[in-house]
């Protein structure tokens, strides 16, 4: 009687041990491969990645266009929209920014930057033939910022839902910031009274990576 009351015991240890691994498994499946159906948008956010390599291919200006829509389409603290968005769409200007950046960043007492650069192709702008720059205006209240990196994922997932690498960058910046500021503030049309917040290169893609892994840890269920 006794080893049947232990094998019963057992047993139902083992189904509570079975359906606690499975209720575990199932969890992660439902979140990695979507027992929910995956959407457009769904998959528009698993598929995006930095890219950092791009053709030498225009990018439409109609895709530029549908880009800044969704770009100007992000929420905002209290609506405020404390952006202008700067979309470049000539690539002789992006080349020309670029290597400007690449100037100054070869020429900084500190070669992190410059090695991490070489390392990706010797371009800190990746060869993209356009790029978006968000502004924020200079008198801003709380959460600019945080509006700005909004839009920066609009534009990202608007581009990768059209076929399009991108990469936010804050490397973007670097150009407005240097000695030949004005200069390229100029060239840019850069309206008075906004600072730069982040900026998105963009364009047809060369290259591919995975995108980060995500830590499923980094979330609890209640
Ligand atoms: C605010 C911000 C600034 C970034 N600046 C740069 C940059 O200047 N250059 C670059 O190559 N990537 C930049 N990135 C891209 C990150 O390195 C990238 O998102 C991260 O490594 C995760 O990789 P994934 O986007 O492929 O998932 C930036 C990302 C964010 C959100």
């Not at 606690?20 to 990645?49: E, P, Q």
């Not at 990202?156 to 030949?180: E, H, K, Q, W, Y």
Request: glycine residues 6%.
């Amino acid at each position: 009687m006794t080893q049947q009351i232990r094998r019963a015991f057992y047993l139902l240890f083992n189904c509570f041990l079975c359906l606690t691994m499975l209720k575990f498994s199932y969890g992660i499946y439902a979140i990695n491969r979507g027992v929910i159906k995956m959407n457009h948008v769904l998959n528009t956010i698993a598929d995006r990645f930095s890219c950092r390599g791009y053709e030498d291919r225009t990018v439409e200006k109609e895709k530029i266009i549908a880009i800044a829509k969704a770009a100007l389409q992000s929420p905002s603290a209290l609506n405020r929209q404390p952006w202008h968005i700067v979309a470049i769409s000539d690539k002789g200007l992006v080349d020309e920014i670029n290597d400007h950046v690449m100037d100054m960043i070869k020429a900084r007492d500190d070669q992190s930057a410059y090695n991490r650069i070489m390392e990706r192709g010797g371009k800190p702008y990746y060869n993209a033939p356009a790029m978006f720059l968000i502004l924020k205006k200079e008198d801003a209240a709380d959460w600019a910022d945080l509006d700005c990196g909004i839009v920066s994922q609009n534009i990202s997932l608007a581009a990768t839902s059209l076929g399009l690498g991108n990469v936010i960058a804050a490397m973007c910046g670097t150009a407005f910031d240097g000695p030949r500021a004005e200069e390229f503030k100029a060239k840019v049309k850069w309206p008075a009274g906004y600072k730069f917040s982040l900026g998105v290169l963009v364009g047809y893609g060369n290259t591919t990576k995975e995108p980060h892994e995500i830590d499923l840890s980094k979330v609890t269920y209640l």
